[in-house]
């Protein structure tokens, strides 16, 4: 009978190593933003709701001529499906997009006077509105001190210690309280790491300024 190689535990990070784990996330992008493009708080909420499983790049090719047809709430609540999924197509679960969408607009209309609402647990009631879409456009928009997982964060948290959670509202919690402060540029420095350095597959770990607080390597050490 064959052996069977138990996963090997990732070692969490220690107190001193998450301060500087934040340190340095704060120091590499002090500046820290989303890269989807939007001018206002109703483009950003549709933006992120696009994002899901799908790229900012993506989202950005795609989001100005619809934003260009539906400029406000109330153009989108009163939009045909079919021309919605039209200007989605190219996009990841555009038919579900689309309907959310729309009901989405729908419910700003008449819940919230046509002002998309800034606050997590209004946003949340949102059709296609979950946690991590409230948290994001709470975070860019308003710099609230909040965390939110996606690929990216879960990825990154895992391979510096920082987690060894299940799901991505677990990593959300213990990413805030073991940050506590800064979390909405931790939460876009995590994600511009995880998207250009620490990527899922082949991570540029040559030179990574996160090598000394990486786990990875113990991760696959068979």
Same mark, same amino acid.
């Given at each position: 009978m064959a052996n069977v190689k138990k996963p090997v535990k990732?070692?969490?990070?220690?107190?001193?190593?998450i301060e500087e784990?934040? =340190? /340095?996330?704060?120091?590499?992008?002090?500046? =820290?933003?989303?890269?989807?493009?939007?001018?206002?708080?109703?483009? #950003?909420? /549709?933006? *992120?709701? #696009? =994002?899901?499983q799908?790229?900012?790049?993506? *989202?950005?090719? /795609?989001? &100005?001529?619809?934003?260009?047809?539906? &400029?406000?709430?109330i153009s989108l609540a009163n939009a045909d499906l079919d021309e919605v999924k039209s200007y989605l197509n190219t996009c990841s679960?555009?038919?579900?997009? +689309?309907?959310?969408? /729309?009901k989405?607009?729908? +419910? *700003?209309i008449e819940n919230y006077e046509g002002a998309i609402p800034l606050e997590r647990d209004e946003l949340v009631k949102l059709a296609g509105v979950g946690q991590k879409t409230a948290n994001v456009v709470m975070i860019e928009y308003a710099q609230a001190n909040l965390m939110a997982v996606d690929t990216h964060v879960y990825r990154v948290a895992h391979r510096l210690g920082l987690s060894d959670a299940k799901t991505a509202i677990k990593c959300?919690?213990? #990413?805030?309280k073991k940050f506590k402060?800064?979390?909405?540029?931790?939460h876009q420095a995590m994600v511009l790491f995880g998207r250009y350095k620490c990527k899922a597959v082949k991570p540029e770990?040559?030179?990574c300024f996160m090598e000394a607080h990486c786990k990875t390597s113990q991760t696959f050490k068979v």
């Open positions: 990732v070692k969490k990070a220690t107190k001193k190593e784990i934040k =340190s /340095i996330f704060l120091e590499q992008y002090p500046d =820290s933003i989303t890269e989807l493009n939007y001018a206002n708080l109703y483009e #950003l909420l /549709i933006a *992120v709701m #696009l =994002s899901a799908c790229t900012d790049k993506r *989202v950005n090719i /795609i989001s &100005p001529a619809l934003f260009e047809k539906y &400029p406000d709430p679960f555009f038919n579900n997009k +689309s309907k959310n969408l /729309i989405m607009a729908q +419910s *700003v959300e919690e213990e #990413l805030t402060t800064e979390l909405h540029l931790l770990c040559g030179g």
